[in-house]
């Protein structure tokens, strides 16, 4: 059965630092995987998605994620957090015209 | 750009009421998806369309049913409905031949009382 894991329920960073939430995943054949962001009360905002190409996928907001076929990672990653990051965000994979499975999701709490 | 859209917003039902959702899924795009995310969960998957047929179908109780238009809109019919059945419900809409990028609406939420 395909899964996505998050093994982080919340990830806590002062502001300007780099920040990373892991994911990893367990597709079979070729994945799609994407970040979404979540603010409360609020729907599921897409960041950014690897389906083929260049392991580094840049998104939206500075953020960028890396993925790692030999560690079956996508860790979503970003230089300099700000404040504003601070939501849930969700790591999500599939295969081409499948469902996405969604991680439990990492609450990203940035500190002034 | 156009998002995806979904009605209404906000739904409150008493227990074994029945309720509809809708969605309009992006322009162009030919599949729909709808989720359902409870109380500090991640969303679960319900059910999927493309080009107006049930393409996979997950989670989804019996007491539901959905379907999708000609015009591409879906809607989720909820019967009988449980207070377990009080949560936010996303639908999502792709482009299967294209980026295939799943593109969420802002959800809908259900309360049962």
């Known amino acids: 059965a395909q899964s996505v894991a998050q093994p982080e329920d919340q990830v806590n960073v002062a502001e300007g630092n780099p920040l990373t939430v892991k994911c990893t995943y367990s597709?079979?054949?070729?994945?799609?995987l994407f970040w979404y962001v979540q603010y409360p009360n609020r729907g599921l905002q897409f960041l950014l998605k690897?389906?083929?190409?260049?392991?580094l996928v840049k998104g939206s907001y500075g953020f960028e994620a890396e993925f790692n076929k030999s560690q079956t990672s996508f860790h979503l990653k970003k230089p300099s957090a700000l404040v504003s990051d601070s939501a849930l965000y969700f790591c999500?994979?599939?295969?081409?015209?499948?469902?996405?499975?969604f991680g439990t999701g990492t609450r990203l709490q940035v500190f002034p | 750009a156009a998002g995806v859209i979904q009605s209404p917003r906000h739904l409150i039902k008493e227990k074994r009421e029945t309720a509809t959702l809708k969605c309009y899924p992006i322009?162009?795009?030919?599949?729909v998806y709808w989720y359902q995310q409870g109380p500090g969960q991640d969303p679960q998957f319900l059910i999927s369309?493309?080009?107006?047929?049930?393409?996979d179908k997950g989670s989804i109780p019996d007491r539901f049913s959905a379907q999708q238009f000609s015009d591409y809109h879906s809607e989720l019919n909820m019967s009988s409905l449980e207070l377990g059945d009080s949560a936010l419900y996303f639908c999502?809409?792709?482009?299967?031949?294209?980026?295939?990028?799943?593109?969420f609406g802002e959800g809908s939420w259900l309360t049962v009382v």
């Open positions: 999502a809409s792709s482009l299967v031949q294209g980026a295939n990028t799943i593109y």
């Open positions: 690897y389906i083929t190409g260049d392991n």
């Open positions: 369309f493309y080009e107006k047929m049930q393409s």
């Open positions: 597709v079979s054949g070729n994945p799609y």
């Open positions: 999500a994979g599939g295969t081409h015209t499948d469902k996405l499975i």
């Open positions: 322009p162009r795009h030919d599949t």
